[in-house]
């Protein structure tokens, strides 16, 4: 299992993780750094001749999208699960059909899991489907964000593994790179005629599945009592009027169909349980009869007339000479919105008057939105910040800056912190942050130095997210929000187009008036946002990346990042007999970004507000003048660090105190350290910081004395490294 956290798909790696950790399971689990490096993983492992799992949502999707038609034009089988979740922007993490439908030309068999029980069968099925002789195709099994990823239902498993090994059978993998006695070319490059004839036969393997898939259904129904048909229709025989939905908004719509039946109404509801091969005969078998069908989309084809199930529904029916159904499509549910009862009912309505009337009054159209007023002059994504920041209150030159002529560095003096103090925060007070949080502390530090406008780009994290809750925002100054992979990209572009707008003279431009643009980005987000980040900086852009560095995937439940520390707990690494927190150390940024020769990179904790203030004032100098800056903070996060909310300042300080986090900047390519404890005699043992959070608990217990000593040497090796780097100019 290759696989990356992603709401709401991550408890699936997560209750994997834990059952590892407890032996329960042998799956390999590889934290991939982004999805689209997940994918990779599950195709490198199944070309290597094994099973293969992954699960992931919205973006994750998307991400890995170009990898999913490489999977199935290979004909390598795999299991997906997709929790299906709103696709940004703007970013929401609640359940609708808008990543799926991304999907559907990707060459996946996909099926359709409506509730938890169906999630169990399916993904045994799944297997079994996959690897068919006459398919060898990855399928896809889908099921809603929340409504049934975080759904709580008693479910029937198999008592053994070993009905499910019999019943799964074993892998007979049809290409294996791994095999030397057999060399196989996997994927190779196809000219004309070659790759519609591949194309072609991956064609014959889904005109294929339409007869496997419900003999495998059958199969099963007999070995577990649960039998799932390729539609499942519910009162249907005399229905009038049919609602068609996919998952769990179907189950929904039952108790509306069983309401109106008892006022006598002829209505009924279906469901596929494949989407992919589409079931057309089974839509039109069951609609021949039937006078008008409303078909819910919880996702829109833009600009198409109706969402992809209510076109694929009604290009079916045109197949049917006999048919003269009525259709209407409507868009429910985005973003998560609620489905009742009542809203099937009045989808229903809806029908029984089209099937009345013989037409439909109107064809397509969105079921529960609010219409707003008219834009006047910014898109409804676009908010003002309120209350605006003024350039000049917060222009207060706190920090004065100097070139040594001697060294061509940068010195900086501040003025005293009671001076500071009346400067306005760029960042509102009322954000939603946890108690604790290091985040906004650091920032608030940050800026105060910063003078002039500020442009900043927060990626995807907490600090994205507990700020700009719609309608409000905690931003004074002008933001902007994009992903996690793509956040050093979107800002270069910005930096790019005001010095172009300069040069053509659309915009004054005099050095006070030249924005500093700062990229905030944390919660793992130089894993998947490294190749970004590391792209604008070897482009040089004049920006700063700023990175508060609290040790994991925070904002989505403190999942393991490549920024989590050797044995530390998180959800992804739990502890176990078996498992001894994360299995290997934590990622050097600040070297990797000294190595791309930028002007200037340092580290900080907000707990040296003198040193990380400096390092601020550094940090704008250079990046308005010579190119990208990149900065690390140490940010505390009492909840998942499992320590008390007011205990930040202390735990922090022993990360610095112990070496784990030493401070120091990369000047013009020389290396400096700020603080070192050893020479004012404060070194503390890594042992103890790690003593001082309910995360790293288990690592006082002798039997993870191994895992603390390699966490000690490698913290060591860097600290030389360090300490030769800061005594040798050249180095």
Same mark, same amino acid.
């Given at each position: 299992?290759?696989?990356?956290?992603?709401?709401?798909?991550?408890?699936?790696?997560?209750?994997?993780?834990?059952?590892? &950790?407890?032996?329960?399971?042998?799956?390999?689990?590889?934290?991939?750094?982004?999805?689209?490096?997940?994918?990779?993983?599950?195709?490198? &492992?199944?070309?290597?001749?094994?099973?293969?799992?992954?699960?992931?949502?919205?973006?994750?999707?998307?991400?890995?999208?170009?990898?999913?038609?490489?999977?199935?034009?290979? $004909?390598?089988?795999?299991?997906? =699960?997709?929790?299906?979740?709103?696709?940004?922007?703007?970013?929401?993490?609640?359940?609708?059909?808008?990543?799926?439908?991304?999907?559907?030309?990707?060459? *996946?068999?996909?099926?359709?899991?409506?509730?938890?029980?169906?999630?169990?069968?399916? =993904?045994?099925?799944?297997?079994?489907?996959?690897?068919?002789?006459?398919? $060898?195709?990855?399928?896809?099994?889908?099921?809603?964000?929340?409504?049934?990823?975080?759904?709580?239902?008693?479910?029937?498993?198999?008592?053994?593994?070993?009905?499910?090994?019999?019943?799964?059978?074993?892998?007979?993998?049809?290409?294996?790179?791994?095999?030397?006695?057999?060399?196989?070319?996997?994927?190779?490059?196809?000219?004309?005629?070659?790759?519609?004839?591949?194309?072609?036969?991956?064609?014959?393997?889904?005109?294929?599945?339409?007869?496997?898939?419900?003999?495998?259904?059958?199969?099963?129904?007999?070995?577990?009592?649960?039998?799932?048909?390729?539609?499942?229709?519910?009162?249907?025989?005399?229905?009038?009027?049919?609602?068609?939905?996919?998952?769990?908004?179907?189950?929904?719509?039952? !108790?509306?169909?069983?309401?109106?039946?008892?006022?006598?109404?002829?209505?009924?509801?279906?469901?596929?349980?494949?989407? $992919?091969?589409?079931?057309?005969?089974?839509?039109?078998?069951?609609?021949?009869?039937?006078?008008?069908?409303?078909?819910?989309?919880?996702?829109?084809?833009?600009?198409?007339?109706?969402?992809?199930?209510?076109?694929?529904?009604?290009?079916?029916?045109?197949?049917?000479?006999?048919?003269?159904?009525?259709?209407?499509?409507?868009?429910?549910?985005?973003?998560?919105?609620?489905?009742?009862?009542?809203?099937?009912?009045?989808?229903?309505?809806?029908?029984?008057?089209?099937?009345?009337?013989?037409?439909?009054?109107?064809?397509?159209?969105?079921?529960?939105?609010?219409?707003?007023?008219?834009?006047?002059?910014?898109?409804?994504?676009?908010?003002?910040?309120?209350?605006?920041?003024?350039?000049?209150?917060?222009?207060?030159?706190? &920090?004065?800056?100097?070139?040594?002529?001697?060294?061509?560095?940068?010195?900086?003096?501040?003025?005293?912190?009671?001076?500071?103090? @009346?400067?306005?925060?760029?960042?509102?007070?009322?954000?939603?942050?946890?108690?604790?949080?290091?985040?906004?502390?650091?920032?608030?530090?940050?800026?105060?130095?910063?003078?002039? @406008?500020?442009?900043?780009?927060?990626?995807?994290?907490?600090?994205?997210?507990?700020?700009?809750?719609?309608?409000?925002?905690?931003?004074?100054?002008?933001?902007?929000? =994009?992903?996690?992979?793509?956040?050093?990209?979107?800002?270069?572009?910005?930096? !790019?187009?005001?010095?172009?707008?300069?040069? $053509?003279?659309?915009?004054?431009?005099?050095?006070?008036?030249?924005?500093?643009?700062?990229?905030?980005?944390?919660?793992?987000?130089?894993?998947?946002?490294?190749?970004?980040?590391?792209?604008?900086?070897?482009?040089?852009?004049?920006?700063?990346?700023?990175?508060?560095?609290?040790?994991?995937?925070? =904002?989505?439940?403190?999942?393991?990042?490549?920024?989590?520390?050797?044995?530390?707990?998180?959800?992804?690494?739990?502890?176990?007999?078996?498992?001894?927190?994360?299995?290997?150390?934590?990622?050097?940024?600040?070297?990797?970004?000294?190595?791309?020769?930028?002007?200037?990179?340092?580290?900080?904790?907000?707990?040296?507000?003198?040193?990380?203030?400096?390092?601020?004032?550094?940090?704008? *100098?250079?990046?308005?003048?010579?190119?990208?800056?990149?900065?690390?903070?140490?940010?505390?996060?009492?909840?998942?660090?499992?320590?008390?909310?007011?205990?930040?300042?202390?735990?922090?300080?022993?990360?610095?105190?112990?070496?784990?986090?030493?401070?120091?900047?990369?000047?013009?390519?020389?290396?400096?350290?700020?603080?070192?404890?050893?020479?004012?005699?404060?070194?503390?043992?890594?042992?103890?910081?790690?003593?001082?959070?309910?995360?790293?608990?288990?690592?006082?217990?002798?039997?993870?004395?191994?895992?603390?000593?390699?966490?000690?040497?490698?913290?060591?090796?860097?600290?030389?490294?360090?300490?030769?780097?800061?005594?040798?100019?050249?180095?």
């Amino acid at each position: 299992m290759g696989y990356y956290p992603i709401t709401p798909s991550t408890e699936v790696a997560e209750r994997l993780s834990e059952m590892k &950790a407890a032996g329960h399971h042998g799956i390999v689990m590889i934290p991939a750094d982004g999805e689209h490096s997940a994918a990779g993983i599950c195709y490198g &492992a199944a070309a290597g001749g094994g099973r293969v799992l992954n699960a992931t949502s919205s973006q994750g999707l998307l991400y890995s999208l170009e990898q999913l038609p490489v999977q199935s034009g290979t $004909r390598f089988p795999m299991v997906l =699960n997709l929790a299906t979740r709103a696709v940004s922007g703007p970013l929401n993490i609640r359940g609708d059909h808008s990543d799926l439908y991304f999907a559907l030309n990707a060459g *996946w068999i996909i099926l359709l899991a409506k509730d938890p029980q169906a999630v169990y069968d399916l =993904n045994l099925l799944a297997v079994k489907i996959g690897e068919h002789p006459a398919l $060898r195709l990855p399928v896809m099994v889908a099921y809603d964000g929340f409504f049934t990823s975080h759904q709580k239902r008693k479910v029937r498993v198999f008592r053994d593994a070993e009905t499910v090994r019999a019943y799964v059978g074993e892998f007979v993998p049809s290409g294996d790179a791994l095999d030397p006695l057999r060399p196989v070319t996997i994927g190779p490059y196809m000219n004309d005629p070659d790759l519609i004839n591949n194309k072609y036969q991956l064609k014959l393997a889904f005109d294929a599945a339409a007869t496997v898939i419900p003999e495998l259904f059958r199969e099963y129904g007999r070995l577990s009592g649960r039998l799932y048909p390729m539609m499942d229709a519910y009162r249907l025989d005399d229905a009038e009027t049919a609602l068609v939905l996919l998952n769990s908004s179907s189950e929904t719509a039952k !108790e509306a169909v069983d309401l109106l039946r008892r006022e006598g109404r002829k209505v009924g509801v279906m469901a596929p349980t494949v989407l $992919r091969p589409f079931p057309a005969e089974a839509f039109r078998q069951a609609l021949r009869r039937v006078k008008a069908v409303v078909i819910g989309d919880r996702g829109d084809s833009y600009g198409a007339g109706g969402g992809n199930l209510s076109l694929e529904v009604r290009a079916a029916l045109k197949d049917d000479p006999a048919n003269r159904t009525v259709c209407l499509s409507r868009v429910y549910g985005l973003g998560g919105k609620e489905f009742t009862v009542e809203d099937a009912k009045h989808l229903l309505e809806e029908g029984l008057e089209a099937a009345a009337s013989g037409q439909a009054a109107v064809s397509f159209d969105y079921l529960g939105v609010t219409a707003g007023s008219p834009p006047d002059v910014i898109p409804p994504s676009v908010q003002w910040a309120a209350p605006p920041l003024h350039v000049e209150e917060v222009t207060r030159h706190h &920090a004065h800056v100097t070139v040594d002529v001697a060294t061509g560095r940068l010195l900086v003096t501040l003025d005293p912190f009671w001076k500071m103090a @009346p400067t306005p925060s760029r960042i509102a007070p009322g954000h939603g942050a946890c108690p604790g949080c290091g985040a906004f502390t650091s920032l608030r530090q940050f800026f105060r130095v910063i003078d002039g @406008p500020v442009v900043v780009l927060f990626q995807t994290g907490c600090a994205m997210v507990v700020t700009t809750g719609y309608p409000s925002t905690a931003h004074r100054v002008s933001y902007i929000h =994009n992903l996690f992979q793509n956040g050093g990209g979107t800002l270069s572009g910005l930096v !790019e187009m005001y010095h172009e707008r300069v040069r $053509r003279g659309e915009l004054a431009h005099s050095e006070a008036d030249e924005p500093t643009f700062v990229m905030v980005t944390g919660d793992g987000g130089m894993d998947i946002g490294m190749g970004s980040a590391l792209g604008a900086a070897h482009r040089y852009h004049r920006m700063i990346i700023l990175e508060y560095d609290n040790e994991g995937y925070m =904002n989505t439940g403190s999942q393991l990042s490549y920024a989590t520390p050797l044995g530390h707990h998180t959800s992804t690494s739990p502890v176990g007999s078996f498992s001894s927190g994360k299995a290997f150390h934590h990622k050097d940024t600040l070297q990797l970004f000294a190595a791309a020769h930028l002007p200037y990179v340092f580290s900080a904790v907000d707990g040296f507000p003198d040193d990380l203030m400096k390092k601020a004032a550094k940090a704008q *100098w250079y990046a308005k003048r010579k190119g990208l800056v990149y900065g690390k903070i140490l940010s505390a996060c009492p909840l998942n660090w499992k320590t008390p909310d007011d205990g930040a300042v202390s735990v922090v300080q022993a990360a610095v105190d112990s070496l784990f986090f030493p401070l120091y900047e990369v000047e013009k390519g020389k290396t400096v350290i700020t603080y070192d404890p050893e020479a004012l005699g404060r070194r503390r043992p890594v042992r103890e910081w790690l003593g001082m959070m309910g995360k790293t608990k288990h690592l006082t217990d002798p039997r993870h004395t191994q895992v603390v000593e390699a966490l000690e040497a490698e913290v060591e090796r860097r600290w030389k490294r360090l300490k030769a780097m800061h005594a040798h100019p050249d180095l």
